[in-house]
């Protein structure tokens, strides 16, 4: 009988690392296969909740928040590169020059969960993001990539005009922030269990299977 695996993936659309955490969960997941009853629910969480709408230079962004040099984002740019590929997901480092503010985002997120959509469109956010250097606060580009995962793009226009969902968004962030996520990707399994970081795909199945062990 397969065991039931509730996984909350509490992450940010501008976060790489969530991005190279997904990639490593779904290959766990597939090594796991049938084993397993999964059910996925993305949270939302914001790195830069104060971002003005126009965004910020990446570079600037990272030297005032992490006190970083060019060299040594340089270097980290290469390890989540490497990182990302491993995995199957293309960092185009090129094309992705500004930080954006991600609440829209998350509130269509929340409405795509609604609608069964949820995980393609975090996928496809990921993608524009960081493989087509996309504004994902631009609410154009978000309806597309509605449109693209098969959601109605006019249902989509209209909760983004709307601000429908926000109250549910900023209730979920609290949530979690109260309950000690503060960095992303955080994968909650069952409530219970807490898996931190873009781990690889062999440090999430290892935790998965012990904990569908212990079910």
């Known amino acids: 009988m397969a065991t039931p695996l509730k996984i909350d993936f509490v992450s940010d659309v501008s976060c790489p690392w969530c991005a190279i955490g997904l990639s490593s969960l779904d290959k766990a997941l597939a090594a796991i296969g049938d084993e397993a009853e999964v059910s996925i629910h993305f949270q939302p969480f914001e790195l830069n909740a104060n971002m003005p709408p ?6 600037e962004h990272l030297t005032e928040k992490y006190g970083s040099t060019a060299e040594q984002q340089q270097q980290a740019r290469e390890m989540i590169r490497a990182r990302g590929a491993e995995v199957g997901f293309d960092f185009a480092m090129d094309k992705r020059g500004r930080i954006y503010n991600t609440f829209d985002a998350h509130r269509l997120l929340h409405w795509a969960g609604l609608q069964g959509k949820q995980k393609e469109l975090k996928q496809a956010l990921f993608k524009a993001y960081f493989s087509q250097g996309l504004d ?8 597309y990539l509605a449109g693209e995962v098969g959601l109605d793009k006019e249902a989509a226009r209209q909760v983004l005009h709307s601000g429908e969902y926000g109250p549910e968004v900023r ?3 609290q949530f979690f922030q109260r309950h000690g996520i503060n960095s992303v990707p955080a994968v909650i399994i069952n409530e219970r269990h807490l898996i931190s970081g873009g781990q690889p795909a ?11 062990a212990k079910a």
């Open 202 to 212: 062999a440090v999430f199945e290892r935790a998965l299977r012990e904990i569908m």
């Open 136 to 143: 994902p606060s631009a609410h154009e580009v978000l309806i």
């Open 171 to 173: 209730e979920a962030e």
């Open 54 to 59: 126009e965004g910020q230079d990446i570079g």
